[in-house]
């Protein structure tokens, strides 16, 4: 009758994606964000389509991270608020098990969602077709990360007031790398040369936060919980 | 030792909220078909002592074992026995009765959709079931924390003032639910202001500050 890691994994993803859904302005507020700002850029600067194309890899890299930033805030905050996190504190399955699926479901009607409409915002910016495969992977794997790194920040600021400027003090700085390489991938691209490296090693920071940030978050959790 | 090896035994708990001591070697025991009834003054930390009870909040010194084993090294089967009901009810606005009860509940075991409904029904809800959890009364959210509480079956009951926010009638289905939990085998810690008259065995800590 007891229920597996799996199965609470799946329950919990489902919980999120139809809260989520019943809340779609939470949704859509950091994807008009991310569309505002990136085409405020063309308009203010009035350039030519080729500085215009050196200038949007970066461009598009900080108002993906920044647009993501505002969303992580909610992360655990309000089942902090309501009592829920406890009653899934005390499920029997674990923090880990519950950071996961939380960070996973938040990914995916976050960061995957910027991930769908980033093509929209790399045809404004005269980002050439070519790239747009690039500027989809690079995305994914920042977002995925960005999501990681997140869950710790947001594990250690629930209990504060204002916390999420806190927040982005402490996911910021963690996410240069990201800003550095998802945008240098970007940039080759566009450019016409390989970005392979600059994507495997996205796809490694990917790998060392999936398989270490879940922890850390499940510790942040348990000493804000107390 | 043995005596006590079938329930929850709390064990010389200290703990200490920044320079306050608030449980000062706190010791007690419920076995099952007992409940313990937590009274005492406001402050003087009962919401305390049952999230030190649940797991949530660590001791500084002192330990809380269920069955014979620490509740920090079985941590999982502890859980799993575990129906813990804080002070708000923690439910989820944008779900309805039903979804919430849903998704808690089906953490801890499977359940079916009409025994939940049956769980609302028990509880006096069963009207309020496709409701979005925020448009219900404090009364009600309430009883739809009674009914998560009672479909987890859960042996153990951890129960924060279940009676607030209730009506007459409401008391008397959670004395009756009490009452019926604890005949069963089950067992229940309730912290509450006001006098449980139950028809059960029950063992009274008083908290001083």
Not at chain 2, 151 to 169: C, I, K, R
Request: hydrophobic letters at 50%.
């Amino acid at each position: 009758m007891t229920v597996g890691a799996w199965e609470a994994f799946w329950l919990i993803v489902h919980r999120e994606m139809r809260l989520s859904f019943r809340r779609p302005e939470q949704l859509l507020q950091p994807l008009v964000f991310f569309l505002i700002v990136t085409t405020l850029f063309p308009l203010g600067l009035s350039l030519q389509l080729s500085l215009l194309r050196d200038i949007s890899p970066g461009v598009l890299w900080v108002a993906a991270l920044l647009s993501s930033l505002l969303s992580l805030d909610s992360l655990f905050k309000s089942d902090a608020d309501d009592g829920t996190l406890e009653q899934l504190a005390l499920s029997g399955h674990g923090l880990t098990v519950i950071v996961v699926a939380k960070t996973v479901a938040h990914w995916l009607v976050t960061g995957l969602a910027l991930v769908l409409v980033s093509p929209i915002v790399g045809t404004a910016l005269g980002i050439p077709t070519d790239a747009f495969a690039t500027m989809l992977l690079s995305l994914a794997l920042g977002t995925l990360t960005l999501s990681w790194l997140g869950a710790i920040g947001a594990g250690l600021t629930i209990g504060l007031r204002r916390g999420n400027v806190l927040l982005s003090l402490i996911v910021l700085p963690l996410a240069m790398p990201l800003l550095i390489f998802g945008a240098g991938a970007t940039d080759r691209a566009i450019s016409g040369t390989s970005a392979m490296g600059a994507l495997y090693l996205l796809a490694a920071l990917c790998v060392f936060t999936c398989t270490l940030a879940p922890f850390a978050a499940a510790a942040a959790l348990r000493i804000t919980l107390e | 030792m043995n005596s006590t090896a079938d329930g929850l035994m709390v064990d010389k708990v200290h703990v200490w909220r920044g320079d306050r001591h608030v449980l000062q070697g706190v010791s007690t025991q419920v076995r099952p078909g007992e409940l313990l009834h937590v009274s005492g003054p406001n402050g003087t930390g009962k919401t305390t002592l049952l999230r030190v009870v649940s797991g949530l909040l660590r001791p500084e010194q002192g330990s809380v074992s269920w069955r014979g084993q620490s509740i920090v090294s079985g941590r999982t089967e502890y859980q799993a026995a575990l129906a813990y009901a804080a002070h708000e009810p923690a439910l989820k606005g944008d779900l309805t009765a039903l979804e919430n009860l849903r998704f808690s509940v089906g953490l801890k075991r499977r359940s079916s959709a009409v025994e939940l409904r049956g769980a609302l029904e028990r509880t006096g809800v069963s009207a309020c079931a496709d409701l979005p959890a925020r448009v219900l009364s404090a009364g009600q959210r309430r009883r739809v924390s009674l009914a998560r509480v009672v479909a987890m079956q859960a042996p153990v009951w951890l129960l924060d003032e279940p009676y607030a926010n209730l009506d007459s009638a409401g008391s008397e289905l959670v004395s009756g639910l009490l009452q019926a939990h604890v005949a069963a085998g089950g067992l229940a810690l309730v912290v509450a202001h006001r006098e449980l008259t139950l028809a059960c065995r029950v063992r009274r800590l008083e908290l001083n500050s």
